[in-house]
């Protein structure tokens, strides 16, 4: 049918449709529109609150669990509390929302760190004495401090965490109670025990400010115009919006939903539930949810809305409104608003699609169908052309692609000059392998291993530039320019070889290598003027790849050059100074550096490793070998780079030692 045909069908058909009628399903609308309307805003409140609660209290899990093994298995200096809270600093640097962790010992001592506004103190106390703090400075020194919320007297035995935690297994939480520095909060703890004897050796805790939660509750009853509360387990209290204190009646109508909801609950009904209580001057609507985050914590959340309050205006306004448009209805324009409805719904959806194809943002939602042929054969055509773009996207960065859309330019040749970060990874004994697999099962270990790393690169904001046979090559900064680039393509080096890691026995157990650099290139299009590619040109790409090449020869996975590391930074990363020589085809020397891990990977055993290598290595630039020799032989079993180091430490020096091949 055309849309002429369906439109004069429609407007004849409905003229006859009454004035009383129109008035009926409009009330009846404008009814369920408004429970609509509370419904939603019930789940998004909900939803808020419950994000909060579990970004807020699900690292408790993971860091009780990660210290209580390290107390157990002793690499924790439990026997020096200073130590044990330097420690506890160093892992609350990296944690939201956590304002305190903490020891009790045994004899009821007491060893811990608080953050507070940006900076982290140690509070220590043994019974009998006064607590005492310390802020703890970046250079690891500590400085006295002097507060008066300090309690006199302090034995961790006999706070409600520690005898909770020592009569319960598991992880413990606390009713909200104030702490001994008079904040109002909430605590997990967790009893370690020996796993051989079952001995007490001490509680660990995990403390938050309940402050923090209160303000963003008060945030969303600005917001969303209801009162959101956290209940826990038992009903008590846990948070609220400050303004909720002010009101006994809402107060009264809290316990009253809390009521139903735990007597639904116990007849079998789970997950949201929205109730509706009325009084003698409004109706409220409440809605209740269970939650149990990772941490053990089970808590109720509820929003509580009054409907005078926040939905009594636009009730006036929609009643009023249908009252004025009910005077001045007439069959035919009642008969056009249906029509332009139905017709203007897929006209619209198709528009928007439209408009996000024309962005290049191809998602795979179904397009709107209609009876109209006029709206059909669009539809049809904007998915044909939906899916054409969307398997062109796998061809070509799809970032270059939308910076071109939005532009409204057409792709030329040449390119700009710009500070990059250059990406190069490859296949150790690749060759070898594919000799031995049939051709699907040498793609099937191509496709696991780039997965691995494409998914890492595009994570971290940088772009495959190309697939070399079994090696690839990516940029960090272009074409969108992004922030720290450097440290992105470190990042984004450790997370590839960890997903790699993880399918290491399904590769055959082979090896991966990267080369990192930061650098200038020219970075555009190149090509001949039918067919040209995006990539980068210059001495940063042709170093980058050679440092990929000389990780064969030390026997490391990331090599990166000076420049890199002075870029990517030495907090995040755990870097280690192997060499200073000059690669294939350069004249000039430079430094080379192994990126080892992430900073807080480190053990003390790569530390170790690190130092005395390091040290050879000076002697060795220093033309003192012979000093050098004793050092990387005590490495040379257990580290591959120091056997490499050794053996050409052997050998007559050259002023710059030149590899001669790739």
Known sequence: MSFRTILLSLVLGLALVSTVATTVLTVRGLRFAIRLLVDRQIE????????????????????????????????LPTKDPEALAKVFARVLEFEEGIAWISFGYLDGAFAGVRAAE?????????????????????????????RASLPDHFDSRKRTWFERAIQQPGKVWTPPY??????????????????????????????FYLKDVE????????????????????????????SLEASPQIESIRNRIFSDFLERETGGRRGNQILEVSTDTDTYFAGIRSIETLGGLRVFTAILFSRREAFGAVQNIMWTSLGAGLVALVLSLGVGIVVAGRIASPLKSLAREVRQVGDFHL??????????QEVRILSEAVDRMRTSLKSFSYYVPVDLVRDLVRGGNMAELGGERRQVAIFFCDLASFTRFSERKTPEEAVQALTTYFEAFGQAIHAQGGIIDKFLGDGLMALFNAPLVIASPAAMACRAALEG?????????????????????FGEALIGNVGTSGRFAYTAIGDAV??????????????????ASGEMRAAAGEEDFFWRRLDHVAVVEREEPLEIHELVCASGLVT???????????????????????????????????????????????????EVFRFTEK
């Open 542 to 559: 042709n170093l980058a790849s050679r440092l990929e090449g000389l990780n064969k020869f030390y026997g490391t996975r990331i090599i």
């Open 44 to 75: 998004t409140s909900l939803d808020a609150v419950t994000t909060i609660i579990e970004e807020r209290f699900a690292p408790a899990q993971r860091i009780l669990e990660t210290l209580g093994k390290d107390v157990r298995n002793g690499t």
């Open 118 to 146: 940006g900076e982290q103190f140690i509070n220590i106390s043994h019974p009998g004495s006064a607590a005492r703090e310390w802020r703890l400075l970046r250079d690891g020194r500590l400085a006295p401090v002097a």
């Open 497 to 517: 070889l960890e997903a790699f890691a993880r399918n290491r026995e399904a590769l055959g157990g082979l090896d991966v290598r990267v080369g990192l650099h």
């Open 363 to 372: 998602d795979s939602s179904p397009l709107p169908q209609s009876q109209i």
């Open 215 to 242: 303000d963003y509750l008060q945030q969303l009853t600005n917001e969303f115009r209801g009162n959101p509360m956290i209940f826990s387990s038992t009903g008590a209290l846990v948070a609220a919006p400050r």
């Open 178 to 207: 104030k702490f001994a520095d008079g904040q109002h909060g909430i605590t997990v703890s967790m009893a370690v025990r020996d796993e051989d004897t079952g001995k007490l050796m001490g509680v660990l805790t995990v403390d």
């Open 604 to 654: 003390p055993a790569l530390r170790e490793i690190r130092a005395r290598y390091e040290r050879a290595l000076a002697l060795i630039l220093d033309g003192r070998t012979d000093e050098a020799l004793p050092l990387l032989e005590a490495l040379a079993d257990s580290d591959a780079a120091s056997k490499f180091l050794l053996g050409r430490a052997r050998q007559p020096q050259p």
